[in-house]
């Protein structure tokens, strides 16, 4: 595959006009997210992710396909690693001289991240490539630039603006001037109300261009309300049944609102109180003060709830942390909601190991799977998968796989409703 180019519908009156856009990564797939836009001579790129399903070098976008020493500005959307994980790797390891801009909570929530992701890669990667190491993470941090949220920062003639992009915390939608021309990059985005996130924002002014992200395609999501039902009935009849739910997440993002979920329902049914809720993730402690801290940058609902009952809405009632498996009793039923997301390895793809061969358990999938890992596979319920200890183990499955989703991006509709509300003429 190489990176996918595309031009604009424009008419130019000379070839100066011209506006290139080139996906270097995420163009026709899911991960790996980095574009380029090019525009009288200004370089802006957009996100520098890491593919999840690949490892090493070959996870990257395709930064040879491009002079990365022409880059002005680089706008970080969110911090999922499809979107930021290759950062360091541009910055320590690449001709890049430019500079790099996110907003305050995604870098600091990416520091948190980014330090595990290359703990955990050190532990996995079965050659020693590892893109980057905990230094070049230090010593690029230094340079990234905090930015706020609806406050416009001008580089060299280069304007651009951040948005509220719901999807998780810090996420930003950039709105981008350069040479007269408007373009809003959306990033990835949802406009459903959840419980602890705005929705993504239609900026005031109208676009030129719109570049939007499509993970869902053309498909539908089910109603919020009946997906919760849907989870909980599911949780709670495993659970009554003798079974244990493992729910893996990404660490960070819906993670939290999954937890928002089963504290309440857990607050409002005492009679589950002798089964307990974990949150597997070594990150927990740590993301639980970032969370406090950008409380002002949530929902009104959320505002609401720790100023009125002057508590911290993620300082879970009925929720255990856990900071490892090797503090875990694994007596009988209880819920768990464990990292990775995709099962690639770690906490989530060993209590999935230890747990699959029992019909009485289930597997809730409640994130975005992508192609080429574990959670997209066991999805088509084979009756074995292979073992992360390698040596061609086979783990039989026998435990009940659901997909709920609750990735907080935009379906097919609401994409449709929010393109025809940002009126863009020209759409990528
Ligand atoms: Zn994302």
Redesign the pocket.
């Known amino acids: 595959m190489s990176a996918k180019r595309q031009v604009a519908d424009f008419e130019p009156v000379d070839q100066s006009d011209y506006l290139e856009f080139v996906a270097l990564g995420g163009g026709n797939e899911v991960g790996r997210s980095c574009h380029i836009i090019n525009y009288r001579g200004k370089t802006i790129m957009l996100d520098a992710g890491v593919h999840p399903a690949l490892n090493g070098l070959s996870a990257l976008p395709f930064y040879d396909d491009y002079d990365l020493s022409t880059v002005d500005v680089l706008l970080i959307s969110?911090f999922?690693l499809?979107?930021a994980a290759s950062l360091p790797y541009v910055m320590t390891h690449t001709d890049f001289k430019g500079r790099v801009f996110m907003t305050h909570p995604t870098k600091a929530i990416y520091r948190w991240l980014l330090s595990d992701y290359v703990r955990v890669s050190a532990i996995s990667s079965n050659d020693a490539s590892t893109l980057y190491t905990d230094a070049d993470l230090n010593a690029s941090f230094e340079r990234i630039e905090a930015i706020d949220y609806h406050s416009t920062t001008e580089v060299e003639g280069i304007k651009f603006t951040a948005y509220h992009a719901g999807?998780?915390l810090g996420a930003a939608m950039y709105f981008i001037e350069i040479g007269g021309i408007k373009i809003l990059f959306t990033g990835?985005y949802s406009r459903e109300e959840d419980r602890h996130l705005n929705v993504a924002e239609v900026p005031t002014e109208r676009p030129d261009i719109i570049i939007t992200e499509s993970t869902y395609g053309t498909s539908t999501h089910q109603p919020r309300s009946e997906k919760e039902t849907r989870l909980l009935n599911l949780i709670t009849k495993t659970i009554l049944n003798g079974g244990r739910c493992l729910l893996p997440v990404f660490s960070l993002?819906n993670a939290q609102e999954l937890l928002l979920i089963l504290d309440e329902y857990w607050q409002n049914h005492p009679e589950l109180d002798g089964i307990p809720v974990f949150y597997a993730s070594s990150l927990a402690r740590k993301c639980l003060a970032v969370y406090q801290t950008f409380i002002n940058m949530m929902n009104d609902s959320i505002r609401k709830k720790f100023r009125d009952d002057n508590s911290n809405p993620f300082q879970f009632k009925h929720i255990r942390s856990l900071k490892n498996l090797e503090r875990f009793d694994d007596l009988g039923p209880c819920v768990m909601v464990a990292s990775p997301g995709m099962l690639q390895n770690g906490v989530s793809r060993e209590l999935l190991e230890r747990w699959a061969p029992e019909a009485k358990n289930a597997l809730i999938l409640t994130g975005y799977s992508v192609d080429g890992t574990l959670a997209k596979q066991i999805l088509n319920e084979p009756s074995e998968f292979a073992s992360v200890a390698g040596g061609g183990i086979k783990v039989p499955r026998r435990l009940y796989v659901e997909e709920i989703s609750f990735a907080a991006h935009v379906d097919y509709k609401q994409n449709t409703e929010f393109i025809d509300l940002v009126n863009a003429p020209n759409i990528v």
């Open positions: 969110h999922h499809d979107h999807h998780v990835d993002g």
